[in-house]
């Protein structure tokens, strides 16, 4: 089974470079990206299609023969402005020149020619709450299932106050019979506020044939191949997290685990 906690390989140029062959699977990839102001980034989307996320800074973005001008608007991943994001689909190139100190998150996917290249407009994200009490969290759709701008991918960013909990109830989409449950690789790009602090995430499943605990630092990414996957934020630090989700299906259906599916029926009354 490949390392489940991915840590950054430098601080400066591409830190993340995780691809379905390093991950074990078959259709998530996701990279990161650190520039300093004048910097620049390119990439062929070959058969992937991305979205670019620009999670921090301000960059301008050529790509798909287009000049897309400057994207970006939040300094800091903890102002939860709404991101500026870009599709790019496959048999396409990208560049990015960084006009600031930026963060570029790369998420990919499986494409099959089926969009255009398309800014993501962030006035129609909205900050959203979900949960309750402590598992109360609050979340960014940049591209779930109601919006129609992929082929294959579903990426949306989460944010967990200090001494909250999230992807909570624990669920699982690690089987392909759709309706009830869809299959869906994902990976879990972390960031703590304090930068210095730590989050707690868990992936197992039923019969514990996987069964891991990680402490995550600012900066990590965790790779859920299978299984339940919760996180919690200890008291003192903020969590945010930009999930990438894929599989052969684009739709997000889970299963919850049944120790906890009690809780689902309590908040749902």
Not at 13 to 32: D, E, R
Not at 63 to 69: E, H, L, P, V
Not at 101 to 108: E, K, M, P, S
Request: aromatic fraction near 10%; charge should be negative.
């Amino acid at each position: 089974m490949k390392n489940l906690l991915q840590k950054p390989f430098g601080t400066h140029g591409k830190v993340h470079a995780i691809t379905p062959q390093i991950a074990g699977w078959h259709y998530v990839g996701f990279s990161l990206y650190h520039l300093r102001a004048g910097e620049n980034a390119a990439e062929a989307t070959k058969t992937q299609e991305v979205i670019l996320v620009m999670v921090e800074g301000k960059a301008r973005i050529t790509a798909a023969g287009q000049d897309w001008g400057e994207i970006g608007d939040r300094l800091d991943v903890f102002e939860k402005k709404p991101p500026h994001s870009l599709y790019v689909p496959n048999g396409q190139d990208w560049q990015a020149h960084a006009t600031t100190d930026c963060t570029l998150a790369v998420c990919a996917a499986p494409g099959k020619g089926g969009h255009q290249a398309r800014l993501i407009d962030p006035g129609k994200i909205i900050l959203t709450e979900r949960g309750k009490g402590t598992n109360t969290r609050y979340i960014h759709n940049i591209a779930m299932e109601n919006e129609d701008y992929c082929d294959s991918l579903l990426v949306t960013e989460v944010y967990t106050p200090a001494g909250h909990w999230s992807s909570y109830p624990s669920h699982r989409h690690d089987e392909d019979d759709f309706p009830r449950i869809t299959y869906l690789e994902e990976t879990y790009y972390h960031r703590v506020n304090p930068a210095n602090g730590f989050a707690i995430q868990r992936v197992y499943t039923d019969d514990g044939s996987l069964d891991e605990t990680m402490a995550v630092k600012n900066g990590d990414v965790v790779l859920v191949p299978r299984g339940y996957h919760p996180c919690a934020a200890p008291y003192g630090f903020q969590s945010y997290y930009l999930n990438v989700m894929a599989g052969p299906r684009r739709n997000w259906r889970f299963q919850p685990d049944p120790a906890v599916e009690w809780i689902i029926a309590r908040d749902a009354g």
